[in-house]
C-alpha cells in the first residue's frame, strides 16, 4: 500500500502538481466510489406524468422551480423525471389531487455541502478554480455549458402540422442516415438549415424529430450559452461545439435562439459578439457539409439576424415554421391527446375553432390543465367542461395572445386586410418569397404575421431597401383603403413603422443614400441623432416619397388586395401557392 502513495506522490511532484490537490481530488474520487451510486430517474413524457396522476400513481412530486425537469416519485417507490410545466397552479392542482408535494431549491449543490463540509468544500472551490483558470485553453471539459447531447426519442409523428416543413426535412434524414450516398455523388449540401417563426411551434421539436427519424445524435445548444462575460470564450465555444460535433457525426447540431449571437451586428460594438458570430461563421465556411454534421437554427426574429448568417454558403435553406392554422390545431390536439382519456363529449374540431392563435405549445398546455383539473375533480376523463374552464384559465392569465372568440368581426377584417397589405407588396414590388400569410393573432402588434423570407444578398442595395419600407407601410396603407378614414387606423402598425424608421435612418446616415447629403457617413460627423432637424427632414422626406408611391401602387391593386383579404378571412392562413394563384 505504502509503495502506491509513493507512487502518487512521485506522479505528482513530477507533473508539479501541489500535493494538498492531490489529496483532495483523492478524496473527492473516494467520497464518490464510497457514496453509493444512486439510481437516476427514469425519464418519462409530460403525458406518462399526466396519465399516471390520473390513475393514482404519483406518491410525491419534487419541485425545483428553476430547473427545466422536476423528478416525482410513483406508488411503486421508482423516481422518475419529466418536464417541469412551470404552471403557477401546478402546485395547487396536485395538491388538490392529493399529492405530496415538496419544494427544493438547487438540490444537487445542497447534497454537495453535507458530502464534503465546510473547510473541505472551501479548499476543493480554490483548487477547482485554480483547475479551471489553468485550463481555460482546454475549457471543453471543465466548462459546464447548457449543451445536451443524445439521440431523441421521438420521429416526425410527434410533430404535428408542419408539413410543408417536414419534407423539407426528410432528405436530410436521409442523408445522415447515408451520408455515403451523398458524398459518392459529390451533392452540394445546404450547410446550414433556419428555422423561424414563433415561439412555441415546434422549431425544437422538429429537430429532435430529425434527429430521433435519423437514429442520430442532437447536439442542442442555445445562442445565448455563447455569450461570455470573457472575450473569446464564446468564439472558443462555438470551436468546441463543432469539433465535438465532427467526432460525434453524423449528428445535429442545433442552435436555438440563434439571433443571441447572430444578431444584426450593425452598431453592435460588443467586441464579444463579434467574434462569436465570426468564429460561427469561419466553422460553417470551412465545413464541407460532406462530414456528417447538419446544422440547424433556429430564430423567432429572423429580421434581426446578421445579412452575413443568411447568405448563401451560411444558413442558406430557411424555413419557416407557421404558428398552426386550424387544421393543423386539430392535428396537434390530436397528438397531444393520444395517452389522454378524453371524454365523448369533447369535439377536437370544435376546440381546435376556439383556440385560434394558439401555438403548439399552448394546445399541449391547454390540455394539460385540463388533465390536472379532471383528477382533482375526480373525473376518470377529461370532459369537454374541464377543458373549457382551462382554456378560460389559460386565457385569463393574459397570456400576449388575445382571446380569438373575443376578436370581433371587424378586427379580424382588420388585420387581414393588414396582412394583405403586407403580403401583395412583398410580391409585386419587392418580388420576395411569401410562405405563407396569416391572420392567426401572435405578439406582433396588428394580430397577424405574413412571412416573408428576406433575399440573402450581403450588401442590400437602396432599390432593396426602399422596396422593404414600402412592404412595411403596406399594411397600414392596406387598413386605409379598407376604412377609408385615416382616423379609424390603428396602432397595429407601431412595429413595421418603427422597422421602416430604421432602415431609412441607415440609408440615410450610414449608406449615403439620400439626395439631401449625398455620400457622407453622418456618424462621422457627428449628426446622426433623429432629432436633428436636417436628418429629421430628410427622413420625412423620404418617407412621403415612399408612401405615396405604395400607396399609388395599391390603389390600382385593390382588386388583388381585396382578394387577398378575403382568402384570408375564410380560410386564416394562406399558403405561397395561394397567393400566387390570387395574384396572376
Ligand atoms: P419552439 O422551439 O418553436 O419555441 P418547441 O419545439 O419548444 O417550440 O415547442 C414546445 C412544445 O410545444 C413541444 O415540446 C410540443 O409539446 C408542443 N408543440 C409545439 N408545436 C407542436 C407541433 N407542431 N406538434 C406537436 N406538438 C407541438
Ligand atoms: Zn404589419
Known amino acids: 500500500m505504502k509503495e502506491k502513495w509513493k507512487a502518487v506522490i512521485n506522479w505528482a511532484q513530477k507533473r508539479k502538481i501541489p500535493l494538498l490537490s492531490v489529496a483532495v481530488m483523492l478524496s473527492f474520487a473516494i467520497n464518490i466510489i464510497a457514496t453509493p451510486a444512486e439510481e437516476e430517474p427514469k425519464e418519462v413524457s409530460y403525458q406518462t406524468f399526466s396519465k399516471m396522476v390520473m390513475n393514482d400513481k404519483v406518491e410525491g412530486v419534487e419541485i425545483d422551480l428553476g430547473s427545466p425537469t422536476f423528478i416525482f416519485t410513483g406508488t411503486n417507490e421508482k423516481e422518475y423525471k419529466t418536464d417541469n410545466p412551470k404552471d403557477e397552479d401546478f402546485k395547487k392542482d396536485l395538491l388538490e389531487a392529493g399529492i405530496k408535494v415538496e419544494?427544493?431549491?438547487?438540490?444537487?449543490?445542497?447534497?454537495?455541502?453535507?458530502?464534503?463540509?465546510?473547510?473541505?468544500?472551501?479548499?476543493?472551490?480554490?483548487?477547482?478554480?485554480?483547475?479551471?483558470?489553468?485550463?481555460?485553453?482546454?475549457?471543453?471539459?471543465?466548462?459546464?455549458?447548457?449543451?445536451?447531447?443524445?439521440?431523441?426519442?421521438?420521429?416526425?409523428?410527434?410533430?404535428?402540422?408542419?408539413?410543408?416543413?417536414?419534407?423539407?426535412?426528410?432528405?436530410?434524414?436521409?442523408?445522415?442516415?447515408?451520408?455515403?450516398?451523398?458524398?459518392?455523388?459529390?451533392?452540394?449540401?445546404?450547410?446550414?438549415?433556419?428555422?423561424?417563426?414563433?415561439?412555441?411551434?415546434g422549431k425544437t421539436l422538429l429537430a429532435k424529430a430529425i434527429a430521433g427519424e435519423a437514429g442520430v445524435p442532437l447536439i442542442s445548444t442555445t445562442g445565448s450559452d455563447f455569450m461570455e462575460m470573457y472575450v473569446g470564450l464564446g468564439a472558443k465555444r462555438v470551436r468546441t461545439l463543432f469539433e465535438d460535433a465532427r467526432k460525434k457525426a453524423p449528428c445535429i447540431i442545433f442552435i436555438d435562439e440563434i439571433d443571441s449571437i447572430g444578431g444584426a451586428r450593425e452598431g453592435n460594438s460588443h467586441s464579444e459578439n463579434i467574434q462569436t458570430i465570426n468564429a460561427l461563421l469561419s466553422e460553417l465556411d470551412g465545413f464541407s457539409g460532406s462530414e456528417g454534421v447538419v446544422v440547424i437554427g433556429a430564430t423567432n426574429r429572423i429580421q434581426d439576424l446578421d445579412p452575413a448568417l443568411i447568405r448563401p454558403g451560411r444558413f442558406d435553406k430557411h424555413i419557416a415554421i407557421n404558428p398552426p392554422d386550424q387544421k393543423d390545431r386539430v392535428a396537434i390536439l390530436k397528438v397531444h391527446s393520444e395517452n389522454k382519456a378524453l371524454a365523448n363529449d369533447v369535439n377536437l374540431q370544435e376546440l381546435s375553432k376556439l383556440t385560434i392563435g394558439f401555438a403548439g405549445a399552448d394546445l399541449s398546455a391547454l390540455l394539460n390543465e385540463?388533465?390536472?383539473?379532471?383528477?382533482?375533480?375526480?373525473?376518470?376523463?377529461?370532459?369537454?367542461?374541464?377543458?373549457?374552464?382551462?382554456?378560460?384559465k389559460t386565457v385569463m392569465k393574459g397570456h400576449e395572445k388575445k382571446n380569438q372568440a373575443d376578436r370581433k368581426k371587424d378586427e379580424l377584417e382588420l388585420v387581414a386586410w393588414h396582412e394583405a397589405g403586407h403580403a401583395l407588396t412583398a410580391k409585386l414590388i419587392a418580388k420576395s418569397e411569401v410562405p405563407k400569410v396569416t391572420i392567426t393573432s401572435f405578439t406582433s402588434g396588428a394580430g397577424g404575421v405574413t412571412f416573408i423570407t428576406p433575399s440573402g444578398n450581403p450588401l442590400p442595395s437602396k432599390v432593396y431597401m426602399e422596396n422593404r419600407v414600402k412592404t412595411l407601410y403596406a399594411g397600414r396603407i392596406a387598413e386605409f383603403l379598407l376604412l377609408g378614414d385615416e382616423s379609424q387606423v390603428t396602432a397595429g402598425a407601431s412595429s413595421d413603422i418603427e422597422e421602416a424608421t430604421k432602415i431609412i435612418h441607415h440609408m440615410i446616415v450610414t449608406y449615403g443614400m439620400s439626395e439631401k447629403f449625398g455620400m457622407l457617413n453622418l456618424d462621422t460627423l457627428g449628426i446622426t441623432n433623429h432629432a436633428n432637424s436636417l436628418v429629421l427632414e430628410e427622413a420625412s422626406e423620404i418617407s412621403k416619397k415612399l408612401y405615396t408611391q405604395t400607396y399609388d401602387f395599391m390603389v390600382e391593386h385593390q382588386t388583388e388586395l381585396k382578394a387577398i383579404a378575403e382568402a384570408l378571412l375564410e380560410k386564416e392562413s394562406i399558403t405561397e401557392e395561394e397567393l400566387d394563384n390570387l395574384l396572376s
Open 370 to 392: 385540463a388533465a390536472i383539473l379532471s383528477v382533482t375533480r375526480g373525473h376518470d376523463e377529461i370532459s369537454y367542461a374541464d377543458i373549457n374552464d382551462a382554456y378560460l
Open 103 to 201: 419544494e427544493v431549491k438547487g438540490k444537487t449543490s445542497d447534497m454537495m455541502v453535507t458530502v464534503f463540509g465546510g473547510i473541505f468544500q472551501i479548499v476543493l472551490i480554490v483548487v477547482v478554480f485554480k483547475v479551471l483558470m489553468g485550463s481555460l485553453s482546454n475549457s471543453k471539459n471543465m466548462k459546464r455549458t447548457e449543451t445536451s447531447t443524445g439521440v431523441p426519442g421521438i420521429d416526425f409523428t410527434s410533430v404535428a402540422g408542419n408539413e410543408e416543413a417536414k419534407e423539407e426535412m426528410f432528405f436530410l434524414v436521409d442523408f445522415l442516415k447515408n451520408p455515403e450516398k451523398y458524398q459518392d455523388k459529390g451533392a452540394v449540401l445546404p450547410k446550414g438549415t433556419l428555422l423561424y417563426g414563433p415561439p412555441g411551434t
